[in-house]
Nanobody, 122 residues
Framework: QVQLVESGGGLVQAGGSLRLSCAASGRTFSSYFMGWFRQAPGKEREFVAA????????YYADFVKGRFTISRDNGKNTVYLQMNSLKPEDTALYYCAASHGAGTMIRDFGSWGQGTQVTVSS
């Protein structure tokens, strides 16, 4: 099982940018399908973005298309989420997750990080 540690969250004004990172342990990172999810207070956890093991296939929730970009560096065992044009409704705890499959449902991911907080002020 892979261990995941997120970083890069913080407080930013609306319209600003943040780049989240997720560092993974282990030598098999390149075999995992990786995803980002988020959970706002009082709401359910939701899918944000995902990337295939090779990095060639990208998947996004409709509400982040054109604003967020997911990428990965298999040489550094790290997946990134570049977030631009942030909105107050993007405020949430952002989680990194790893899967052996290729689905984007929460149940498809077996390994999760502890999350990094993103707060967007208006």
């Amino acid at each position: 099982q892979v261990q995941l540690v997120e970083s890069g969250g913080g407080l930013v004004q609306a319209g600003g940018s943040l780049r989240l990172s997720c560092a993974a342990s282990g030598r098999t990172f390149s075999s995992y399908f990786m995803g980002w999810f988020r959970q706002a207070p009082g709401k359910e956890r939701e899918f944000v973005a995902a990337v295939s093991s090779s990095g060639n296939n990208l998947y996004y929730a409709d509400f982040v298309k054109g604003r967020f970009t997911i990428s990965r560096d298999n040489g550094k065992n790290t997946v990134y989420l570049q977030m631009n044009s942030l909105k107050p409704e993007d405020t949430a705890l952002y989680y990194c997750a790893a899967s052996h499959g290729a689905g984007t449902m929460i149940r498809d991911f077996g390994s999760w990080g502890q999350g990094t907080q993103v707060t967007v002020s208006s």
